[in-house]
């Protein structure tokens, strides 16, 4: 069964008058998964600028941690990921700033 989640907060901001997304994650337990949730939508946002026509604006996430033990988990992609070395260079990574 698949599992709908939702971004706990989508803001699209004017930085030095250029336009972006920024969604906002707040996470008070550690997930070792995080990095693919933040992903998928971050992902879900550029579809839906694509599928509705407009212009597609980038996407910045931002998850404020606010558990009690330190976050140790990987925070990009290729952190979370088993990659022979010979094929790192095409891997893209997607970068998790934890806050």
């Known amino acids: 069964m698949e599992t709908k989640r939702y971004r706990d907060i989508v803001r699209k901001a ?3 008058g250029e336009y972006m997304i ?3 994650e707040h996470q008070s337990t ?3 998964n ?6 998928n939508y971050d992902a879900q946002l550029y579809i839906n600028q694509v599928e509705r026509g407009k212009e597609v604006y980038p996407v910045g996430t931002f ?3 606010t558990g ?3 976050w140790t988990y990987p925070k990009s992609l290729k952190e979370s990921l088993k990659i022979p070395p010979e094929m790192e260079e095409y891997i893209n ?3 998790l700033p934890v806050l």
């Open 14 to 16: 004017s930085i030095n």
């Open 22 to 24: 920024i969604g906002v």
């Open 30 to 32: 550690l997930d070792k």
């Open 34 to 39: 995080m990095i693919i949730r933040i992903l």
């Open 63 to 65: 998850v404020f941690y």
């Open 68 to 70: 009690d033990k330190e």
């Open 93 to 95: 990574d997607w970068k």
